[in-house]
């Protein structure tokens, strides 16, 4: 199912997607929705065999501030774009589930895809190619450490091995 995702700055969705076992496409750019909006996200392949729609709406909301109405919502909406009609109502189904486990209300809403804008090839996989930039080690790191204590059983091996090996470095 391919999928978008927006929410917070796409170099942390991109690393965080990157990580989990069935994602096995992730891209950066701009999405855009009805309203001619284009705002940072990520597009995504789940194979939703390997990874339920459950869990990956699950960690999206885990992974940024999915019940904060903050000042940056214009540029960062809280939301999940599926590409084929049909899903919709299979999204919407795994975040009514997903809201459940919060204490505030859930601001993400589903919406309406229209296009996806990847960014150039060099933004590509931001963090994965350099973690030791200030912005990757204060920002992204966090939210990956974070999931790993949240949802270990769905990181890759790899992801896994980096945020164990890095903790256990310093």
Not at 97 to 108: L, N, R, S, Y
Request: glycine content about 4%; charged content about 20%; some cysteine.
């Amino acid at each position: 199912m391919y999928i978008a995702v927006s929410g917070t700055c796409y170099w942390c969705m991109e690393a965080v997607f990157r990580s989990l076992n069935g994602v096995s496409r992730v891209e950066q750019g701009f999405v855009k929705s009805s309203s001619g909006q284009h705002c940072e996200a990520v597009f995504c392949f789940v194979d939703v065999s390997s990874l339920s729609l459950k869990d990956f709406v699950g960690v999206h909301l885990a992974t940024h501030a999915s019940t904060s109405n903050h000042s940056g919502r214009a540029k960062y909406p809280s939301a999940i774009y599926p590409v084929s009609p049909n899903d919709e109502a299979l999204v919407t189904a795994a975040l009514r589930k997903c809201e459940k486990a919060f204490d505030e209300p859930v601001i993400t809403e589903i919406r309406p895809f229209v296009a996806f804008y990847p960014t150039k090839n060099t933004q590509q996989d931001y963090f994965w190619r350099q973690p030791e930039k200030p912005f990757c080690q204060r920002t992204i790191f966090p939210k990956l450490q974070a999931l790993a204590l949240s949802h270990p059983h769905l990181l890759s091996v790899t992801a896994s091995e980096f945020i164990q090996g890095t903790l256990s470095a310093r």
